[in-house]
């Protein structure tokens, strides 16, 4: 078992444990194996607090080491095992991070949908339709408006992917809509001309 | 005293109620101790590794309630391997054969197995009452088995349970003759429902009057049981959304009016915010509401429901209630006492939600707010102290910023001053967590303050040993310590190890404790159980090569009276 020691200003170890031992102690385990995730982990939380008061932690980047040892998958996110301290129960609950916020253009509603739970474009709009309940859906061959009775309004759904572009819904596959949609927005179709994907009517 | 006939005694003990009171009668002498033991009714086993079961019931062989809990609390997140102990089977079959006039089982954290759940339903005649929190193990199986045999069952709650599900039927396995409960919660079971024998069984138990349905039971069953059991004092509703053009929908929305006696709602676990509005008409006498499950409601709903429950004491939310809600909570609930503020978005990229200013109004315009969890972005320290001015009450104060380690924005400055100002203030601050970017300084000031504080939890804080010792010497009634990622190592594993006895229990992970400085405190401190929870297989095979140099990645002490325990798995070596 290698005894070097990382630059990490955590106690020396032969001070804290009071007793001597030979550098050269031999060990069958590999040389630096399970020591040197563990010193990553404690150079890690040791640099917390210099390297992450500006970074959103849970947006993480991808440098950042993984933290577990425990064989926590690690997604493009570096994640920490157990934080934050939720309850597997709770966790398992709430796991739809597929909820997004849908929005209308001039009105205060906001609302939240879980696109886990519809099978396709046509259940989610028949859904927004019902969320929102003065609309009423109408057809066009390519694409679908809903439409405020009231005064006539038009409006286009939209959503804002990943890259943080305004998108139409319904380019995409279903399923890639669903992994790249961030929120959803009920545009007036006026302004979604701009969108330039569609045409003024 | 001695003069006194047993008789008067025992009847003085009657008046003598709680667990500590009656631990520390049981001490003056003999006398007391006999007297003491034959008349407990209810014992309470915060660890059920630091005494056998027999031993328990050897002693107290009159108890009708048991109560035990298992796992380490950090088991909640994730942080104690799946296999690591805890079983409930011995303390079933002890009981079993000890104390067969068990009427009420408590289990937290542990290990429950369909056959203990048989054993059980089958051992006690007189069985009113089982609660399983947290545990795992078992399936509707062993519900069956509770349901069958139980008669005379007043209780089933099962809460936050993993649960197998081998099919609905277990709710029909309550015979027609089952007319005595009073509670039933069941809202963690996964799989569907059998509604029919639901509802039936609702509509033949008269003294029922607390009810929590899981999210597979549907809005159309909901309304067929509300409408039989309109005496409920507490609800969890099933699932929650039903498309409001539809006959089910205006069913609902009809439902609530003619409860009387509804003071606690929960469940909500798919709501949305149309559904919602069914429950305004039962919001002005409610005291207990938790929407903590309902991701799909908006700030702005929360609110139109909040301004509703003036006589609210005790709210669970999302933190999609944002500062605007908790301000909203903060006119409105001046009889809050417990509020808990969860994240809605665990992994996501921080959509600001609750801040310091939600915290600030809560604790300003709710005077009798002594229990908190709240879930943030991030925190200042001016808030803490102002909430520590306006708030001095508190007896748990659980603060989670979601980002490890994170000063307060404003001043770039660690939250110990905050912090500290929590614990000088709130004199009978029994429970603590804390977060945020901290120093050993914080530690001072718990060590130095927090007289009452029994339970602490610490994660990615502190610079040095100094700081773990400040609490072990300081906090005199500190029962529970938890400990992740802080530079805490051998020196202050070792400075005051007589500590640990007057303790339950002490966990560490990620911190800086060697096998050595581990082995040192196993040989002073032989009434303790230091074990080893080391999940690396590559070091674990060879354990007795390991230099006590090595770093530990969890570490579980506790004291106990019955030995290593010897049920613990591979990984678990306990020195």
Request: aromatic fraction near 10%.
């Amino acid at each position: 078992m290698s005894t070097t020691e990382t630059g990490n200003s955590s106690t020396t170890e032969s001070a804290v444990s009071g007793l001597d031992y030979e550098e050269t102690q031999l060990t069958l385990a590999p040389p630096g194996g399970s020591r040197s995730e563990l010193e990553r982990k404690r150079g890690f939380s040791e640099g917390l607090g210099l390297s992450l008061e500006t970074k959103d932690f849970l947006s993480g980047s991808s440098d950042e080491p993984p933290i577990s040892g425990a064989g926590e998958p690690s997604a493009a996110k570096a994640q920490v095992v157990g934080w934050p301290p939720v309850r597997s129960f709770r966790r398992n609950v709430l796991k739809s991070c597929t909820y997004v916020k849908v929005a209308v253009d001039g009105t205060p509603y906001l609302r939240k949908v879980d696109l886990e739970a519809y099978a396709g474009y046509q259940q989610l709009l028949t859904a927004l339709e019902e969320m929102f309940t003065c609309f009423t859906a109408r057809n066009y061959p390519n694409e679908r408006r809903l439409v405020d009775p009231v005064n006539g309004t038009e409006y286009v759904p939209t959503y804002e992917d990943k890259d943080g572009d305004w998108m139409l819904i319904g380019d995409v596959p279903w399923k890639m809509f669903v992994a790249s949609c961030k929120r959803l927005r009920l545009m007036k179709s006026s302004e979604a001309v701009d969108l330039g994907c569609i045409t003024a009517r | 005293m001695t003069y006194f006939p047993e008789e008067v005694v025992e009847h003085i003990f009657d008046f003598v109620g709680s667990h500590r009171d009656r631990n520390t009668v049981s001490t003056v002498c003999k006398a007391w101790y006999q007297v003491e033991r034959l008349s407990r009714r209810t014992v309470f086993v915060g660890n059920c590794y630091a005494i056998g079961p027999e031993r328990v019931m050897a002693r107290f062989p009159g108890i009708n309630s048991l109560s035990v809990k298992g796992k380490p609390h950090f088991a909640d997140f994730n942080l104690v391997p799946y296999d690591w102990g805890g079983f409930a089977l011995p303390w079933i079959v002890a009981a079993a054969r000890l104390c067969p006039g068990l009427e009420e089982l408590r289990l937290k954290r542990m290990v429950v197995t369909d056959d203990g759940l048989e054993l059980l339903a089958r051992s006690f005649p007189n069985f009113k009452s089982l609660v399983l929190i947290s545990c795992e193990g078992f399936s509707t199986d062993g519900l069956a088995a509770i349901a069958t045999y139980c008669r005379g069952l007043r209780e089933l709650d099962l809460q936050e349970n993993e649960v197998e599900d081998h099919g609905c039927q277990w709710l029909s396995f309550f015979p027609d003759s089952c007319t005595s409960l009073v509670s039933l919660n069941f809202g963690c079971l996964k799989g569907e429902v059998n509604g029919g024998a639901l509802e039936r069984l609702v509509a033949r138990c008269p003294n029922l009057r607390s009810l929590k349905l899981s999210p597979a039971v549907s809005v159309e069953s909901l309304n067929k049981i509300l409408a039989r059991a309109s005496h409920l004092v507490d609800l969890g509703t099933g699932s929650f959304a039903v498309d409001h053009r539809t006959d089910v929908y205006h069913t609902l929305m009809n439902s609530f009016p003619k409860f009387k006696s509804l003071r606690n709602l929960s469940g909500f676990w798919d709501a949305s915010p149309c559904c919602l509005r069914a429950v305004y008409p039962v919001c002005t006498s409610l005291t207990v509401l938790n929407l903590s499950y309902a991701p799909a409601i908006q700030g702005d709903d929360l609110i139109k429901i909040i301004c509703l429950c003036f006589k609210l004491q005790k709210l669970w939310v999302l933190d999609s209630i944002g500062d605007k809600g908790l301000a909203v909570v903060a006119s409105t609930c001046k009889e809050l006492q417990e509020l808990r503020v969860f994240p809605c978005d665990i992994y996501g990229a921080g959509t600001t939600s609750v801040t310091e200013e939600g915290l600030l109004a809560v604790s300003s315009g709710c005077p009798k707010l002594n229990s908190l969890l709240y879930f943030c972005y991030q925190m200042t320290n001016a808030a803490l102290i102002t909430v520590a001015k306006n708030c001095p009450h508190f007896t748990r104060f659980r603060l989670c910023i979601l980002d490890p380690g994170k000063p307060d924005p404003v001043t770039n400055q660690p939250l110990d001053e905050g912090f500290g100002a929590i614990v000088r203030s709130c004199k009978n601050i029994r429970r603590l967590s804390l977060s945020g970017r901290l120093t050993d300084q914080v530690f001072l000031y718990i060590g130095m303050y927090a007289e009452r504080l029994e339970m602490l939890s610490i994660a990615f804080a502190g610079d040095s040993d100094k700081g773990m010792i400040y609490v072990l010497n300081g906090c005199k009634n500190l029962r529970k310590l938890e400990i992740r990622d802080c530079p805490f190592g051998d020196i202050a594993l070792l400075k005051n190890v007589a500590k640990y006895e007057t303790m339950r229990s002490l966990w560490m992970s990620s911190c800086d404790v060697t096998l050595g400085g581990c082995k040192a405190l196993a040989a002073k401190m032989p009434r303790l159980n230091v074990e080893i929870i080391n999940e690396n297989e590559e070091t674990y095979e060879f354990e007795e090569n390991l230099s006590d140099r090595h770093k530990l990645e969890k570490i579980y002490v506790y004291r106990t009276v019955a030995g290593p325990r010897n049920d613990a798995p591979d990984f678990v070596w306990t020195l």
